[in-house]
């Protein structure tokens, strides 16, 4: 049993001789809760929407569980962010806060780089991880979904269809399962655990679900609705043996 969930069971059981929980997140534009993009004044800006975050589903389904216990969350997902510099501000936006739980998920923007960058992504996820390790936190690697398969017909801006046909080119050459593919390697040498949510999709996929339509961006950012398979997918890889 994962040590977070230990402090979890002694809290419902006693709320004032356990301790609270903390459980932060690490992570790019999907683990802020960053939804549809639009262009305005030449700029793509994004919708944020972090109450339908993973991270605030998973709480949720935590609560449920141990309605008793104290649970914090730390959503520390930036947009367009990639793991060399999540390591760069991992004090600042993670260790300072003292997680028990930490669920680190890079490699949709990171991925851009095609398979030139793969060794600079995991040499800062293995430090990331290790860095986490030594501060007290458990860690969950969590790859997240497929990006887009073709540019669809919903995208008009030019600007943005430009970037979900570059995407396209990078999930269906295989880049973008390279990534994840060796992220959850590394993980799993390290000790650490793997959600690995891009499997599920990837198998919806292939069961002939219109995947691409399930990005509220056309992109890379899975629906409101998707979120709680993420979340639900969290839950069953801590209670995992």
């Known amino acids: 049993m994962m040590r977070f969930l230990k402090k979890l069971a002694a809290r419902q059981k006693d709320l004032y001789g356990g301790d609270g929980v903390t459980v932060a997140f690490l992570g790019d534009s999907v683990t802020q809760g960053c939804f549809e993009c639009y262009v305005d004044g030449g700029r793509i800006e994004t919708v944020f929407d972090t109450e339908e975050s993973y991270s605030a589903k998973f709480k949720h389904l935590l609560q449920t569980l141990y309605p008793r216990a104290q649970i914090n969350i730390v959503n520390s997902g930036i947009s367009g962010d990639s793991a060399p510099r999540g390591l760069e501000r991992l004090e600042k936006d993670i260790l300072r806060y003292h997680p028990d739980l930490t669920v680190v998920s890079f490699g949709l923007n990171d991925c851009g780089k095609g398979l030139d960058g793969l060794p600079l992504y995991l040499e800062a996820l293995r430090k990331i991880f290790t860095r986490l390790a030594e501060s007290g936190s458990e860690v969950v690697f969590l790859s997240p979904c497929m990006t887009d398969t073709f540019v669809s017909g919903s ?24 990534y994840f593919a060796a992220a959850s390697a590394l993980a799993g040498s390290l000790g650490v655990r793997v959600c690995d949510c891009y499997s599920q999709w990837k198998r919806m996929n292939t069961c002939g679900v219109d995947t691409t339509a399930l990005l509220a961006n056309g992109i890379n950012h899975p629906i409101r609705e998707l979120h709680w398979l993420i979340a639900y997918l969290l839950i069953q890889t801590v209670f995992s043996e």
């Open 155 to 178: 995208i008009v801006e030019t600007e943005l269809r430009e970037i979900a046909k570059a995407q396209a080119e990078r999930e269906n050459n295989g880049t973008v399962e390279r």
